[in-house]
Nanobody, 115 residues
């Protein structure tokens, strides 16, 4: 399963970006879907995820600023990022995970927050 992310780019502090991830195949609704990020020199960390039942979880650093959502019909995962700060700069990765189906990653999309 090849996940395909889009929507990264350069934005000024306080700005917004929306990331999208297409999850192909017939089992979209069975996955827990998540966004992770990795900044240079840091480990990859969870930003937010959403279970197959729609329960969401966020890292403390993004609560109130980021919103994760999914569309089962379009088989897409999205991350709305508002009030972006320089510390949000990282490569953002889409993840699909299931105990039965395995785990899959996208190739990553760069988000840079800078004036």
């Amino acid at each position: 399963v090849q996940l395909v992310e889009s929507g990264g780019g350069l934005v000024q502090p306080g700005g917004s970006l929306r990331l999208s991830c297409v999850v192909p195949g017939n089992y979209f609704e069975f996955y827990t879907l998540g966004w992770y990020r990795q900044a240079p020199g840091n480990q990859r960390e969870l930003v937010a995820d959403i279970t197959n039942r729609g329960v969401t979880k966020y890292a403390d650093s993004v609560k109130g600023r980021f919103t994760i959502s999914k569309d089962n019909d379009k088989k897409t995962l999205e991350l709305q990022m508002d009030s972006l700060q320089p510390e949000d700069t990282a490569v953002y990765y889409c993840n699909a995970d299931s105990a039965l189906l395995g785990g899959y990653w996208g190739q990553g999309t760069q988000v840079t927050v800078s004036s």
